[in-house]
């Protein structure tokens, strides 16, 4: 076995890392209060090749496997959780799956654009009463021939007004349940096309979260993705590599809120000495590291097993479940390491303990990750 990062992911390890200082710190406090869209920095992300990192180049890609990406997630989400998750989203869900199942029209239309980082995507799952039951959607593309007629509302959609280019999933045969569902290229600008008002969230509350109403939207037959039915496969395989993203998400803010936490119990003194010195700071340390690294080790295992084309779902789903988990513990100790200081917004790690929360929630839940792991450890 190796542990080593060769030199190129090393290279990019670095440059996501700068990155993140430079330009994602100045202004992440200011973002997370007044909800704003990091646009300046996901266009430098994109300049930068990380909207389409493991895109083929002949797609605008970077060419790129699955652990540079993780790592790139893990420097991002260190520093600004909500700029990371438009980089998840874009490579995970919406690349992922126009360059895996998409037709080559579509890739020359669609992918492009996207994997140059020119314009963002949206993955359109969630309902108001489909979040981890996916199968009970009540979005409906009706088949006029030439087009589907799409109705109906999605919830919590990250880049919900900044995309230009959503994957939408709607139910087409609802006698054939799951069976029925299809997957498609929906435009912003098309007619009967609104986005909701801003969501107000706890946690990641720069990234762009909304909700979205299609009212008689005609798609073209041409941009349905794979074979009639074909939609809940697309979204399950694609979800599946989604996880690994957000598993490194989860891994990042938990060693973004460990440095912080180290760094104060260093310079921080109580009874004549760093707290840091104190066994009671010392043994959380030792314990955030120990969790830290453990769920590193899932997210990069889970990572090489999608690089060598080997069965990742069970090792996926793992490293998000651990990772999330970590995440939060290791964000709410942060905290108590920080003590006053670490509720107040300008010590940045009660920011990090409300953006690990959601680690929990999207791209399956916790709960849902363990149906996929006792499935797969039963089979």
């Known amino acids: 076995m190796h542990f080593e990062l060769n030199e190129e992911q090393l290279m990019i390890q670095q440059a996501a890392r700068d990155f993140a200082q430079q330009e994602l710190k100045p202004g992440v406090i200011e973002r997370d209060e007044h909800q704003k869209f990091p646009a300046e920095q996901v266009k430098k992300m994109g300049e930068l090749g990380f909207l389409g990192m493991m895109v083929d180049p002949k797609y605008n890609g970077s060419g790129l496997d699955t652990i540079s990406y993780v790592l790139v997630m893990e420097e991002l989400s260190k520093i600004d959780a909500s700029a990371s998750v438009v980089v998840s989203v874009n490579n995970s869900l919406v690349c992922y799956g126009l360059e895996k199942y998409g037709s080559e029209a579509q890739k020359e239309k669609y992918l492009k654009p996207l994997a140059a980082g020119e314009k963002i995507g949206a993955f359109c799952l969630s309902e ?37 280019t959503y994957l939408v999933i709607a139910q087409t045969h609802p006698e054939l349940k799951h069976k029925g569902i299809n997957a498609f290229i929906v435009e ?9 008002p801003k969501e107000n ?10 909700s979205l109403m299609f009212n008689d939207v005609k798609v ?18 694609t979800l599946e590599g989604g996880r690994i993203g957000i598993a490194a998400q989860a891994l ?8 912080l936490a180290t760094q104060y119990a260093k310079e921080r003194k109580s009874f ?6 104190h066994q009671a700071i010392a043994f959380k340390l030792a314990d955030m590291a120990t969790q830290i690294e453990a769920a590193r080790l899932l997210v990069y295992k889970a990572a090489w097993l ?9 090792a996926g789903s793992m490293a998000k479940l651990y990772a999330s988990k970590v995440a939060m513990d290791v964000t709410i100790e942060a905290v108590q390491v920080h003590g006053g200081y670490g509720f ?36």
Do not use: C
């Open 252 to 259: 990042g803010i938990a060693q973004g809120a460990f440095d």
């Open 188 to 196: 912003k600008g098309m007619e009967g096309f609104t986005v909701g």
């Open 201 to 210: 969230k706890l946690g990641i509350r720069g990234s762009d979260t909304h």
């Open 344 to 379: 107040v917004k300008e010590y940045h790690v009660e920011r990090l303990m409300r953006d690990a929360k959601i680690t929990q929630i999207y791209e399956g839940t916790s709960e849902i990750q363990k149906m996929v792991i006792s499935r797969e450890v039963i089979r």
């Open 128 to 164: 108001p009463e489909a979040g981890s039951d996916a199968t009970s959607q009540r979005t409906t593309a009706e088949d006029k021939g030439d087009y589907y007629l799409l109705n109906g509302t999605k919830n919590w959609i990250t880049n919900g007004s900044t995309a230009s």
């Open 306 to 314: 999608k690089d060598q084309g080997l069965p990742y779902t069970q």
């Open 272 to 277: 004549g000495k760093p707290i840091s010195e």
């Open 220 to 237: 073209p037959k041409e941009n349905r993705i794979g074979e009639d039915g074909f939609g809940f496969k697309f979204a399950m395989k």
